[in-house]
């Protein structure tokens, strides 16, 4: 066509070159016809159509084009009406080409976007869609109503297109980032053809439409809205590579179930962000995040960040430069947003973060327009959630029901609890709880399943929203062996106490969850034996008066375990009393008191265990305890070797080696306690006092256990300076909380601090308020303080103490001593290094009697000790 319309206009006219390639697509632009929607008699968009229906007939004979300054085309690109005045005026020159004078009648289209409800939001505000048909406005035109041009000549002509206060209230309440105001300007002439020009303008900043589309559930975190609806522009996925499933975040994985807690809508569950968790341990279940963002337009930037929610330390960052908008590709039937393009994904390693821990991920957009700087975003938080539901298993009797109760406790939120029952009868129980609600984190809560005795087993699961569950699986055909007493039989003296323990436990290999089966315990005569303390794995009971009782425990199916009790007076010369004592070191862990037969042979299963404290080891007691035959009263004492940890040994010191490892310790309560990098339990990054062992060695020596990096200082001048964490190489400083001076580790500070040799540790930060000198004590409410910064004078001040670290390069050696335990003779003495083992003799050789043993092996020497041949 453009072909034709040239060979016509290079007969017609003088034109050539530029001129005539510009008058070419005019006269085609001009004399194209719009289309009009046949059912509204209005035209289609110019964005749609351009100048219309191009016709090469017409081109060559409408003898007449519309001429626009500064461009070839015959249009208007009004661009952005960015103060909003609705005002759009439009100069033209209609170029008569012919030798006959034409006279127009001159009209104007203004249209725009046509709206309709797509939405309505749960605060009954509404959300708007744009139809695919034109909205005519009552703008007011300002125009000639005729136009003439004269043969061969051209006329200016000026149209004013001005939106009524309808067309802006339209605009504004429909369209809040403004939108097109579009038309035709059209030239009838009067006995001939027409001649038309499109205009485009945007009423408003083409700037301001958002990047980034709006959610359908994210951007409304406190409202009512089902979390398991599709339909939404940005999403986020985890996934459960176990059952090949994919969920959304904070979707309730339930499925139809009752719901205790909570308003629903639709029987679905509520969106609440708070719920939003995921668990990184590795098992398949919501490890990770996959982000979906829907874009409205083209961005030059497009990134993610991960803060930390209660910090605000930003933990992760990616870039990914220009990103296209979303569009719909028809070769993979599906929508192609942001996050779906490789190398495009969110790959945070979320095993980084700690157990509970909270941060906020947040997608940052800028529109891909020259001079836009400004950046779009949405974000979401997500907690790290590794802990399953705690979900203790109740068995029960109530009338002629047998029940299962699932006692839950979960530090975060629970999703949803079922418990399944399978029948003898070929038939099943089921129930199923989902927990809704905006409840605070952190539930317990009793669900509870009745069923017949005729269950053989059942299954119970409880899950979070982090995809952590707790999974229990009970068999109900051992129901006769579930009471198990620690014993058949006891004697016990008039006035003695005994405690029963029940031994049978349930089969927990699928799960660490409780299961608890109620016991009722029984005396068959009181005034023998009395009941005073009981639970469902114990009882306490007491010996009133001598005589045989026997005591019974019996759980919610009838089945029961008895143990029967003598009990006897102190002076029965048929019962002897054994004791088994722990000495100074120690504890006793079982029975420490027997009363026994006369003539019972003691074996290893009534020797109780002995745990030693921090400072020793347990070596055995001073007499032989299996084989011994009881012929009266008798005491078997524990006996032990000091536990010396073999490592470093940290001297007091008033004087600081720059560069040196130190321990910053303070005595608080008769204890004393050094200084680490412990996470403070307020939450701040703080240092805890940890209290460690500590041996007085002329008088101002600490001994410790080897392995002390975590608690671990270096100064970095004679009086401290800077002072830093050798283990992570971070620099000593003060965080402060609730009003009071909390220590804390930071990469940078310009605390300075000073040694004043007298357990003086001191900082010259002003915003401390007063509280400038280290020390260890509890504030004036009571918290805990752990290692801070106090006033001079403040009654909870303890000075500091520095340790240093030395060498053991001294050897202690001590004395053994072996004694003939017939005649008292010494058979021999050893000289033996500390912490190094004895080598026994052979022991001496008695007519009519045999050699039995050492009474100690030799091992471990820490103190000059005698060990006896036992015959």
Known sequence: ISVLVRQYLKSTTNLGGRELAAAVDKLMMSSASPITDADSGLPFSPR??????????????????????????????????????????????????????????????????????????????????????????????????????????????????????????????????????????TLDEVGGESISAPYLAFYGDWRDAPAI?????????????PANTTLIANTVYTYDELNNETWLLGDTRSGNGQTPYGIQIGSQMMYWDERNAISPNGDGIRDFLEVVTGLYRNVKEYRYIITDRETGEELYRKDMGYVPKTYYNSIYDDIISAGMYSGHELDFDWTTLANNQTVIVRIEAVTDIED?????????????????????????????????????????????????????????????????????????????????????????????YAGNYNYVYVSMDNKEDMVELDREDAALVVGDSLTINQLYAFDTSYTDTEIICPLTWTSSDSDIVSIVE?????????????GTATVTATNSFNISDSVQITVVESDDENYAIVMFDAGEYGTVNG??????????????????????DSD???????????????????????????????????????????????????????STYIMSSQAHIGGEVGLNGQ??????????????????????????????????????????????????????????TDVVWNWDNNGGLSHNDAGANGYNYLSFGVSASGFSAGFDIFERTDSAYTPVRLFKHTVNEDVNTYTVTFVDGLTGDIISTASVNECENAV????????????????????????????????
């Open 840 to 871: 026994l003799p052979e022991a001496p050789i008695h007519d009519g009697y045999t050699f039995v043993r050492y009474d100690d092996n030799g091992e471990f020497i820490t103190d000059d000790i005698t060990i006896t041949a036992e015959y």
């Open 213 to 225: 589309e709006e959610n359908f559930f994210y951007d409304w975190p406190s409202e009512d809205y």
């Open 691 to 748: 209290q460690v062992q500590v041996t007085s060695v002329n008088g101002n020596a600490v001994i410790v256990n080897d392995g002390l990096a975590n608690f671990e200082w270096s100064f970095s001048a004679e009086d401290a300076q800077t002072v830093t964490h050798i283990a992570s190489g971070r620099l000593l400083s003060t965080i402060y909380s609730q009003g009071y001076a909390w220590l804390g580790l930071r990469t940078e």
């Open 616 to 670: 020793h080891l347990f070596w055995g007691f001073d007499k032989v305890v299996s084989g011994h035959k009881v012929s009266e009263n008798i005491t078997f004492t524990a006996k032990y070797r000091r536990n010396i940890p073999v490592g470093k040994t940290d001297v007091e010191t008033d004087t600081i080696v720059p560069g040196e490892a130190y321990i910053i310790a303070a005595d608080y309560n008769g």
């Open 48 to 185: 749609v159509q351009g100048a219309g229906l191009v016709d090469a007939g017409k081109a060559v004979s409408v003898g007449a084009y519309i001429n626009v300054a500064g461009t070839d085309k015959s249009k208007f690109e009004l661009g952005d009406d960015r103060a909003r005045t609705g005002c759009y005026t439009m100069t033209f020159d209609v170029v008569n080409i012919t030798d006959e004078t034409k006279v127009y009648n001159l009209s104007v289209s203004a249209l725009t976007e046509s709206a309709v409800c797509g939405r309505v939001n749960p605060d009954h505000t509404y959300e708007y869609l744009m139809e695919q048909f034109e909205y005519e406005l009552e703008s007011n035109i300002d125009a000639p109503e005729t136009v003439t041009v004269a043969a061969g000549s051209s006329v200016s002509v000026t149209v004013t297109v001005t939106l009524s206060a309808r067309d802006i209230k339209y605009i504004e309440k429909y369209f809040e980032n403004g939108i097109y105001v579009e038309g035709f300007i």
């Open 591 to 612: 029975p420490a008191r027997l009363v026994l037969e006369k003539g019972t042979v003691l074996t290893d299963a009534d020797i109780p265990e002995i745990t030693p």
């Open 534 to 546: 009981s639970d469902d794995n114990h009882a306490v009971i007491t010996a009133n008066a001598p």
């Open 372 to 464: 836009n700087t400004r950046i779009d975003s949405w974000e979401f938080p997500v907690t790290c959630d590794t802990e399953a539901p705690v979900t203790a298993v109740k068995l029960y009797v109530s009338g002629a029901k047998y029940y299962v109760q699932n006692q839950i406790n979960e530090n975060r939120f629970v999703d949803y609890t079922e418990i399944f029952a399978n029948l003898n009868t070929g038939a099943y129980a089921k129930y199923k709880v989902t927990y809704g609600g905006y409840e605070p984190a952190g539930r317990t809560a009793n669900v509870t399943l009745g069923f017949s005795n005729a269950a053989t087993d059942f299954v119970s699961r409880t899950m979070d």
